[in-house]
């Protein structure tokens, strides 16, 4: 007698299998029938198996469809939305493209078409339906990556049209989108895009994309430069491409006040005081004194950003530097200067993350009133600190 093959009622491909192919069509068909997404998917796979061509005019339909909808989209038909957007797209990606890849970026760009008109009718307050149009950027510019010029121009047309939405997804692209394709959607665009700020943004992340500084450059508007945090990532840009005096200049832009960088130094003007800096200006300062030469200069900013922040990774950088044992004597002054610190929170931060148990045992001690104060860290101290320092420890918990 022939041994019958154990069937599972775990749901599963392999277990499926052995319903056979007109009882799951039947069971695919009830579904169906409540599931207006489900039966939109089954629509697209067979559409699939006809041709490439019908497959692209099923997804094309129901594009248009949610691009002439005007009625609002609750919070409980969202995640419908969001799942019937996901299916097409992935009916693009993994259906078309191999078939297709020049159809499939024209209606992989007719998806991303429907996104501000869906922003305005779809209530999200998650943020749910922008995380989903970012999470698909590195499929359409991986694709991208791969037509040529001729289908490459619905992308430049789509750039056009919505220069903001874009600039944000070459950002969520990431590494898919590369210099070649960058350099061929910037040539594709013209002198129109530099028109308006969401076109100059647009520009910009392109040209960052294609490696083009000289481009950066030229889009970043004098209000902008006049940023410390924006002169700190010129800078930075700068030294990368060893144009070191030109680091220093973008600096210096962001250092006196002026009408044009008011809005970052907080309306002082060059009579009544300098700027407010930021880390980032400082850190790219410093950057700059290396490259410049003046280590010790730059060495002594470290220490005087350090004495002020009690920051672990600009003591780090400047111990790195020092030669052999030189460093051990300027880590014993780092913790000496830490223990009279006025923030008794951030001398404590740097002495338990560093880790000095020891001498942040000893700030505890010498500083019991400031110890006791509530902290969202003090229980997480106490109980590192409880087997060596019991002492430190109580008093932290108390």
Known sequence: MARQTRLSTRLSAASLVHLGAPRLADLLIEAGAGNANLKRRLRLELAAEISPDILALEIDKRLTALAAART????????????????????????????????????????????????????????????????????????????????????????????????????????????????????GLDASARKTPAGRNLLRRLADKAGDLDLWLSLVTPEQAGSPDIAADIARRLLDAGRVAEARAALEGALSPSPLNRRWTFGHSPKNGSPRLTPAWEAASIDVLDAEGNRQEAQDLRWSLFERDLSAPVLRDYLSRLPDFDDVEALDRAFVHASSHPDFEAAMRLLMDWPAHREAAALVLARPREARQARPMSADWASRLAQRYPEAADILAS
């Open 72 to 187: 609002r989209v609750s919070w409980r038909r969202r995640g419908d939305l969001l799942d019937d957007l996901n299916t097409h797209r992935a009916m693009i990606v993994e259906r078309l493209v191999p078939e297709a890849p020049g159809e499939a970026l024209a209606v992989l760009i007719r998806w991303f078409d429907l996104y501000p008109g869906l922003a305005g009718r779809v209530k999200d307050t998650k943020g749910e339906l922008p995380a989903a149009f970012e999470a698909a950027a590195p499929d359409l510019f991986t694709l991208a990556e791969t037509v040529d010029d001729q289908a490459l121009r619905d992308l430049v047309d789509a750039l056009r049209r919505h220069p903001q939405d874009y600039a944000r997804w070459i950002s969520a692209a990431g590494e898919t989108l590369g210099p070649r394709t960058a350099r061929r959607l910037l040539d």
